[in-house]
């Protein structure tokens, strides 16, 4: 048996809920088996917490900003390069295209949770047709999605064209409730 930890890398931009989700899987993952390693894309700082060894804080915004984000790319690319991430784990949607093409470039797996796809938060019908289409292109890439929700799943299957045995579901990181307590 070795003593090497699995690496993960999670990539996020949106603090809030996806914050609170990635300290949760560090907070509840073995740190004997496994290391966390943050790319914060928010101007916000996330809390350091158990299981999270390092945390870059980069730009990343969720408008589309081609060269900002070819720039960031590669940033993303020289920072896994470093670290040798055994997974790359990818958090929204803008997180998810970034992580996905690193995943390519530096050859491991990509896990993409999209935290609510971006074509669902436009209501312009061009936008949207866009982010859907960009979704469907990226998705001929080598990664799984693993969504936080049923409905999550459902829309990856059904909307952006996935095949089941690349869906995986992993509801909100919360332990389930198994008593309603007394009021």
Known sequence: MTDKKIKILHLFYILGGVGTSIELIAENTDDKQFEHIIINGSSKKLKTSKGITKIYNLNLYREIRPIQDLKLLFKLIKICKKEKPDLIHAHSSKGGILGKIAALIIRKTCLHTPQAYSFLSTQKKLKKNFYLLLEKTLKVLPHKILASSKSEAHRALNEVGYSEKRV?????????????PEL
Do not use: D, E, R, Y
């Open 168 to 180: 995986l579901t992993f509801p909100n990181a919360i332990n389930p409730i198994t008593k309603v």
